[in-house]
């Protein structure tokens, strides 16, 4: 498995194809256990499934991470989850095209069996800022607003803004800080009920 910074040759457009065949599968197992689920729940599923950090960790199980052609900057910063999530599907693309569609979704079948035997339709896998968002709109609030307060190396400081009053929450990304943010509000808005 080679990143780019390692050589020209390199595993993007297997992942581009890696990464439709995986939607394509989860999609197709999702419809077919889950009949009575509405549209809108199950693509908040497969999101959850094929999200980066549950292909990472599905990477992280497998090992991938010895067989990664990396480049010299690469192999001295700590492996990401972005790296790990697009090699596995890598190996997706590369296993859909050698071998083809029933293979790959037993493979797929295999290596998320722990995820899938989890799965409900009645958990509610939608993020936090959705969630916040959610509960702003049904009671004709203004949407949630989110201004990062402060940006360095390590992460991202945000306060996210409703009526109720502001939270804050950090993470290494923008996002996670923002999904942080929007929890905390959510637990206040609890503890105020």
């Known amino acids: 498995l080679t990143h780019r910074s390692y050589a020209k040759n390199h595993n993007e457009r297997l992942e581009f194809l890696g990464d439709a065949v995986l939607q394509l599968l989860i999609s197709e197992y999702l419809y077919n256990c889950f009949t009575k689920?509405?549209?809108?729940q199950l693509t908040?599923?497969?999101a959850r499934l094929v999200r980066k950090e549950t292909l990472a960790e599905i990477a992280g199980k497998l090992n991938l991470e010895k067989w990664l052609?990396?480049?010299r900057g690469e192999r001295i910063n700590k492996l990401s989850n972005a790296i790990l999530a697009d090699a596995m599907e890598a190996i997706i693309g590369a296993l859909y095209l050698y071998q083809g569609l029933q293979p790959t979704r037993q493979f797929i079948k295999q290596i998320?069996?722990?995820y899938l035997e989890q799965?409900?339709?009645?958990?509610?896998?939608s993020d936090a800022k959705t969630r916040?968002?959610?509960?702003?709109?049904?009671?004709?609030?203004?949407?949630p607003e989110?201004?990062?307060?402060?940006?360095?190396?390590?992460?991202?400081?945000?306060i996210c803004k409703v009526v109720q009053g502001t939270?804050?929450?950090q993470g290494r990304t923008k996002r996670a800080a923002q999904q942080q943010a929007a929890h905390s509000m959510l637990s206040k808005i609890d503890n105020e009920q």
Do not use: H, I, N
């Open 44 to 46: 908040r599923m497969r």
């Open 112 to 114: 998320y069996a722990d």
């Open 37 to 40: 689920t509405p549209e809108g």
């Open 119 to 125: 799965l409900s339709a009645s958990t509610d896998f």
């Open 132 to 143: 916040l968002q959610e509960y702003m709109q049904a009671r004709d609030y203004p949407l």
């Open 146 to 158: 989110y201004k990062v307060t402060q940006s360095t190396k390590q992460g991202f400081k945000v």
């Open 167 to 169: 939270a804050e929450g």
């Open 69 to 71: 052609k990396l480049g």
